[in-house]
């Protein structure tokens, strides 16, 4: 196997669906979600984060995680509000019917539950 070939294989999935109820669909190389169908506009961050909720559900993500995965910096940086502005207007985006799948693990961070 080449090297590039070792890229594909690592590389995440173009389109990351959530079972059929769910109703959500992450296209990583259109940039674009839809709930029901309906696409929803969403800024960089808000993608890159539901996109790191939705590869990994059920997993509890520490803020400083967030901070370090989503938005690249090496160390914590703030208090950890930017994250929970984040995550507060990504559940907003999400509707009443979908904002609660993304859960606060108290004193701890997030989490995704499809």
Known sequence: M?????VLAESPPRVLRLPAAEGIRVDRERRTVHVDGTEI???YLEFELLAHFVEQPH???TRVQLVSGV???GEHVGDG???DVHVAR???KLGARYRARIVTVRRVG???TP
């Open 2 to 6: 080449t090297a590039g070939a070792a």
């Open 41 to 43: 506009d969403l800024t």
């Open 59 to 61: 997993r509890v993500h």
């Open 71 to 73: 938005w690249g910096y």
């Open 81 to 83: 509000r930017t994250v």
């Open 90 to 92: 990504l559940r907003r």
């Open 110 to 112: 997030y989490k995704y």
